[in-house]
């Protein structure tokens, strides 16, 4: 289970406050600006920022069926609320919104908040003391498999033979970019995260419209304490 599906009520009583105050909390101007909105500044995409809201119509639409208890309630309506939570965390799983603002260096407390996310951000409540400063520790990635609409990578620890996470180190995660084949590394800030590692393999799949691009890939550790470390060395591979 991803970190965003945790993080989303399962309930309708839960969710329906969270996602009005999630919809609502990035629409609004980030503060201190006139211009840039929460989701902009966040990293939300136009495609993204609509899909959220469209999930937020169907709901209200849901709810007022719901609440007229006389005439609308039905248990039709009851399933279809069940099914509209379950399609907004699979939005999440496959965009990883949730922990994409998790791991913005634009984020603050009160993104924090709002989008229910706390393991590994400042207003987490840990002891953990064990968690290493990810320093300058750098991983490698290798793409091990290459497929129509699809990599395999296999990330390791730079001088160091077995994969896996190392002491203090909660995930690997991997970020990609998308370039044109005559184009070389992009900025850093120009990578998404795709997700996490899982015994140092990583699945990337990829939309119908980057076939013939380069994809480029860098990975970075997270200690216990949500500490980021460096970047690795991009590597870049053609799209089929």
């Not at 309630?73 to 922990?99: G, P, W």
């Not at 190392?166 to 990609?176: A, D, L, T």
Request: a positive charge.
């Amino acid at each position: 289970m991803s970190g965003g599906a945790t993080r989303i009520p399962r309930k309708a009583k839960g969710f329906d406050p969270h996602i009005r105050a999630v919809v609502a909390y990035l629409l609004q101007f980030s503060q201190g600006s006139t211009t840039l909105t929460n989701a902009i500044r966040l990293g939300f995409t136009v495609p993204e920022l609509a899909q959220l809201q469209s999930f937020l119509d169907e709901w209200e639409a849901l709810m007022a069926l719901y609440n007229n208890k006389k005439v609308t309630r039905s248990t039709d309506v009851i399933e279809q609320k069940a099914q509209l939570i379950k399609k907004y965390i699979a939005f999440d799983n496959l965009q990883h919104l949730y922990k994409r603002v998790e791991i913005s260096p634009n984020a603050n407390n009160t993104d924090f908040v709002t989008f229910n996310i706390k393991g590994g951000t400042p207003i987490a409540k840990t002891s953990d003391t064990r968690a290493t400063d990810p320093g300058t520790d750098e991983e490698v990635i290798v793409v091990v498999k290459i497929g129509n609409l699809f990599h395999e990578l296999l990330v390791t620890s730079a001088g160091k033979k077995v994969r896996g996470k190392g002491k203090g180190v909660k995930e690997i995660m991997v970020y990609k970019a998308v370039t044109l084949i005559t184009e070389g590394a992009p900025a850093i800030n120009v990578y998404q995260y795709v997700g996490d590692t899982n015994r140092g393999f990583v699945t990337v799949t990829h939309n119908v419209s980057e076939i013939g691009k380069m994809a480029w890939y860098i990975a970075r550790i997270k200690n216990t304490r949500g500490v980021i470390g460096v970047a690795s060395k991009p590597v870049c591979v053609p799209i089929i």
